[in-house]
T-cell receptor
Framework: EPEVTQTPSHQVTQMGQEVILRCVPI?????FYWYRQILGQKVEFLVS????????KSEIFDDQFSVERPDGSNFTLKIRSTKLEDSAMYFC??????????????FGPGTRLTVL | QQQVKQSPQSLIVQKGGISIINCAYE??????FPWYQQFPGKGPALLIA?????SEKKEGRFTISFNKSAKQFSLHIMDSQPGDSATYFC?????????????FGTGTRLTIIP
């Protein structure tokens, strides 16, 4: 069964460093998302991406964040200068159909980001 | 107005019992209500979802009950099994034809004891 994959599974970085989290969405999907989950808290929407541009972003997704689909398979989240409060589990998700309502979002296993 | 409130925070149910998790929302633009199941170290996985045009949806042991006037919906797990032990999140989204931004509840940690 197709699945969303994410690398790395755990990333440790120093405050102020740049990190890139990578995702490979399901191959025929058209919509891509990043969510984050701070330990013990709810899952929060960061950004959605369609047709090589951001569709919607939350107030969390400030200028330090960017997303890119550099090729036909990868979808990346970059944090330019990490802060302690960026420590969280980051989930990538994808969904399939354009023009159909209520598309199921398939989530990857997540990348745990630890900022020291 | 964007929040989805979920209760209880944790729940312990005996094997074979009924697990009930409740959610409430305020944003009337929400019209898609999925429930996600998350095991430790894994991403959320869609369990069951409902649209507001029906009051109940059942899939196997899992049932969503939806009360549009009260803006509440709940997940019932019948004949709960130890394998159901996980964290459950309700979520809500307005229809956006493929670009659904999910707003999640705070999660319920369910433990099924033998």
């Amino acid at each position: 069964e197709p699945e969303v994959t994410q690398t790395p599974s755990h990333q440790v970085t120093q405050m102020g460093q740049e990190v890139i989290l990578r995702c490979v969405p399901i191959s025929n999907h058209l919509y891509f998302y990043w969510y984050r989950q701070i330990l013990g808290q709810k899952v929060e929407f960061l950004v959605s991406f369609y047709n090589n541009e951001i569709s919607e972003k939350s107030e969390i997704f400030d200028d330090q964040f960017s997303v890119e689909r550099p090729d036909g398979s990868n979808f990346t989240l970059k944090i330019r200068s990490t802060k302690l409060e960026d420590s969280a589990m980051y989930f990538c998700a994808s969904s399939v159909q354009r023009g159909a309502a209520y598309n199921e979002q398939f989530f990857g296993p997540g990348t745990r980001l630890t900022v020291l | 107005q964007q929040q989805v409130k979920q209760s209880p925070q944790s729940l312990i149910v005996q094997k074979g019992g009924i697990s009930i998790i409740n959610c409430a929302y305020e944003n009337t633009a929400f019209d898609y209500f999925p429930w996600y199941q998350q095991f430790p170290g894994k991403g959320p996985a869609l369990l069951i979802a409902i649209r507001p045009d029906v009051s109940e949806k059942k899939e196997g042991r899992f049932t969503i009950s939806f009360n549009k006037s009260a803006k509440q919906f709940s997940l019932h797990i019948m004949d709960s099994q130890p394998g159901d032990s996980a964290t459950y999140f309700c979520a809500a989204s307005p229809t956006n034809f493929g670009n659904e931004k999910l707003t999640f509840g705070t999660g319920t940690r369910l433990t099924i004891i033998p």
